[in-house]
């Protein structure tokens, strides 16, 4: 029995993600966001799934220890006919397995052994996440002598020139009333001029620590494992003699995303600042000050990166009670009966969000520079949607809450002027099926920076952008069709409804 112990923790985590999730096995992205989670990030959950993890271990983990105790101490043996019994048993119940594994096959699906067979397919997620969290440690040795010979092509007449990204965090398309949403979510954005918004983007992982470095690099899911070998936008803005200034409100550490991060001049992680609590975050207008602090002391050319915490759970936590719009807002735990309360929550953060990225827009606009700003989040978030009652993300079969994400570009008048086209090319790819990966080569472009890993194939602002298929990267960083990770019948009438393009079938 002491032999199973890990097998019976790993049983034990296992019942607690069937529980969340209602299938899947304990995944690459599970183990690693065991170690890239913040204090903060890591109590909020698991205060609200304490009784569930306490039921586990009460019911499940510590009755099978005491009962093999107890049974040593004693030196009880099962009878022998009681062996034999549950030995045929047993042997009945595997070769059934094993008919219905090899059964797969009719059923077009390939089965495979590190996939499909627990707990072999939890161990080797371990292997590989170990793997990989080594890779993330070497970041720096194995990207160290890559360039991106990164050069600036054309410059605006007599003007600074100011681009920022704002990366969102669990921020939802389908909630926001600049998308569509009944409710007013987003009224400051909706009165914003020169802003384009792109109705169909949907994100390439529903986990942080996957989705950011996309965002910020040329890596995709169709290419992931160049992410160890190149660095990031914020490089390739510096060698174009940009400074460049990351100001972060979310803790990143054993993240390849910090190591992103502290490439640029300037790097501030005000999630580390004191707030009166070790456990809760600065509220995200506290990037302000930062940002106004750098483009009134720099005199150069600026690109800046801003990392929210935007709607990450608990909502609730996210904004200042003046922003509890819709109520009541405050749930006491995870659960479908509370689906009123954590959703108004989370519209409220949405709201919180709206005037967060108006007041940066202000600010960047007041600075008279030939200005521009994109934002969008790393991926959704099920909030009880529909009769499965899924919640949070970061599942190894995503849904169509955790995909579609908002994403958006705003210009100041004096970019429009400088570099009309790139303004008129974006508003004209507003309607067509894009993905985070795009972001890279948008925002690059828009700088009007060439690097050896340009591609203006998925760069918005070009007339040479493509129209391709999107894909999501799996669990084992490999690329497949966001349409064939595993969408249920309720996620194809959600892309359905909000008009996401997707291969559908004969």
């Known amino acids: ?121 939890a161990i080797y997620n371990l292997c590989f996440a170990i793997n990989k969290s080594r890779k993330n440690t070497n970041y720096k040795k194995t990207s160290a002598g890559f360039t991106f010979n990164s050069v600036k092509t054309e410059r605006a007449d007599g003007k600074r020139e100011v681009y920022v990204l704002v990366v969102g965090e669990t921020g939802r398309a389908m909630e926001w009333s600049l998308y569509g949403y009944e409710r007013e979510t987003t009224p400051n954005l909706q009165k914003t001029p020169n802003l384009i918004y792109l109705k169909d983007a949907i994100t390439q992982s529903n986990n942080t620590h996957k989705s950011v470095p996309v965002i910020l690099s040329a890596a995709s899911a169709e290419n992931y494992a160049i992410l160890y070998e190149q660095k990031s936008i914020v490089t390739a803005f510096k060698e174009a003699g940009f400074k460049t200034v990351v100001i972060a409100n979310q803790k990143l550490t054993t993240s390849i995303i910090e190591c992103f991060y502290r490439e640029a001049d300037t790097f501030i992680d005000i999630s580390s600042f004191k707030t009166g609590s070790y456990l809760k975050s600065p509220y995200d207008d506290a990037l302000l000050p930062y940002l106004e602090k750098e483009m009134t002391e720099s005199a150069g050319n600026l690109f800046i990166v801003l990392h929210t915490y935007g709607s990450h759970f608990n909502y609730y936590e996210r904004y200042p009670r003046e922003f509890s719009i819709f109520t009541p807002d405050k749930a006491d735990g995870i659960r479908a009966a509370l689906k009123k309360e954590l959703r108004n929550a989370y519209d409220n953060t949405i709201c919180y969000t709206d005037y967060v990225l108006s007041e940066i827009i202000k600010r960047i606009d007041k600075s008279n520079t030939c200005a521009a700003l994109a934002y969008l989040t790393d991926h959704g978030e099920d909030i009880f949607d529909d009769k499965r009652n899924r919640y949070l993300h970061a599942s190894p079969i995503p849904t169509y809450y955790q995909l579609h994400i908002p994403y ?99």
């Open 1 to 121: 029995m002491w032999f199973l112990v890990p097998k019976v923790i790993l049983d034990g985590g296992q019942l607690v993600l069937l529980y969340l999730f209602g299938e899947s096995v304990i995944a690459v992205d599970m183990f690693l966001n065991l170690t890239s989670s913040n204090a903060s990030e890591a109590s909020e959950l698991l205060s609200n799934i304490f009784i569930v993890i306490s039921c586990v271990f009460l019911f499940y983990t510590l009755p099978t220890l005491v009962l093999a105790f107890h049974s040593t101490l004693l030196k009880n043996k099962l009878p022998v006919d009681f062996r034999w019994r549950w030995a045929k048993r047993g042997g009945i119940l595997l070769l059934i397995s094993l008919l219905v594994c090899s059964s797969s096959a009719f059923l077009d699906y390939r089965f495979l052994f590190k996939n499909d067979v627990y707990p072999g397919n």
């Open 408 to 506: 958006i570009y705003w210009f100041s008048e004096d970019y429009k002027a400088s570099f009309p086209e790139k303004y008129d090319w974006i508003s004209k790819h507003a309607d067509l099926p894009v993905s985070t990966n795009s972001l890279f080569h948008t925002i690059l472009d828009v700088a009007n920076i060439k690097t050896d890993v340009s591609d203006m194939s998925y760069a918005l602002s070009s007339e040479l952008f493509e129209v391709r298929d999107r894909m999501y990267l799996g669990d084992h960083d490999d690329p497949v069709p966001f349409w064939e990770i595993g969408l249920k019948k309720q996620d194809f009438e959600m892309l359905d409804k909000w008009n996401i393009v997707y291969e559908k079938k004969q």
